[in-house]
């Protein structure tokens, strides 16, 4: 048998440690009522544990009930949320793997259409079907384009309030028993939004120069730190950049992430762009096999955080490759996994390291060896 690939190597990150180097990205589902999981989520997610992902995030799930991006949202502001979501939790860790929650406040592109009815401003036909808009805020007043609804220019007072209910949302997370939790920095939403200088405009200690921008970021970082338990670890998901001219660039994520790193937080999950109606992730930028693997590289470089590349990595040599070259710790999957939710199983074989389906469940392995032995008669057999 061939060297364990990094791929399938445990990677211990204060006191957690993540049976291997694949994470399932956090997806949005907008199939939560209420803001609570429901049996979609725990279908969904439970899936991936039993193709034994190294660490399966829950989707983005709001920190305040106007804080969601649609009426589909998951969300945390409560106590019953968390609770919901548990289930979910037990079973995932059940099967060796780690469960973790990105928290997340969507500022300017939250009261908008679920992807299958436009993915844009809320319109006549979605408060027919009982969407209808509510009240947004962002660090200014200017709507993310023409049409959309214009948000409140967020006061000290309002930037405390969503700061402390990241910290609350963090607190509900480990009594869920989740083992990570990651801030949402990214994508357009409220975080990056103060980042970026083409949304944040203030002319306040939140806005302004690149430490002005920076302030909300982190004192979130900080709230969440202070509150979520030292054994566990804290991730921050950045835009590596705007991808759009005048906006947030390498050099500023770089910057940020060594503030991150002094603030506690363990792994920058590096993705890029969404300051833009035109998508969550969009950005002007090239896109190829692993386009934003560069980001995570230079961020790990220079800052010496553990960092997780995540876009277009198609299957486990690349992914290996990746980690080799020492331009990652953690590979993230998104779309791959819904194409194929047994994606690190399928790897591991195709990488030669599970012939007998070993890592398999157990309800699944013994089936599936005694299927393998059978066709291997089949086909040694002249015919």
Partial sequence: MPPLPLLFQPLSVRGVTFPNRVVISPMCQYSATDGFANEWHFSH???????????IFFEASAVKEYGRITHGDLGIWSDAHGEAMQPIVEFIKSHGCIAALQLAHAGRKASMQRPWFGNGAL??????????????SAPTDEPLDDGWLKPSAMSATDIADVVDSFAAAAVRAEAAGFDVVEI????????????SPLSNTRGDAYGGDRKGRM????EVTEAVRAVWPEEKPLFFRV???DGLEGGWELDDSVALAQELKFRGVD???????????????NASIGRGLGFQVPFAARMRKETGLLSQAVGLILDGPQAEEILQAGDADLIAI???????PFWALHQAQEM????????????????????????RKILDTPH
């Fill in 45 to 55: 997610l439970s899936t991936y544990a039993r193709g034994r992902a190294g660490c």
């Fill in 123 to 136: 319109n006549d036909e979605d408060v027919q079907r009982g969407d209808r808009p509510w009240p947004i």
């Fill in 184 to 195: 949402h920095g990214a994508h357009g939403y409220l975080i990056q939004t103060f980042l």
């Fill in 215 to 218: 302030r909300v970021a982190l």
């Fill in 239 to 241: 835009s590596s950049v």
């Fill in 267 to 281: 792994v920058i999950d590096c993705s890029s762009g969404g300051n833009t109606p035109k998508g969550a992730t």
């Fill in 334 to 340: 998104g779309r791959e996994a819904l194409y194929d």
């Fill in 352 to 375: 030669g390291i599970d012939d007998a389906f070993s890592l398999w469940p157990e309800q699944y392995g013994w089936w599936l060896e005694r299927r393998s032995h059978g066709l």
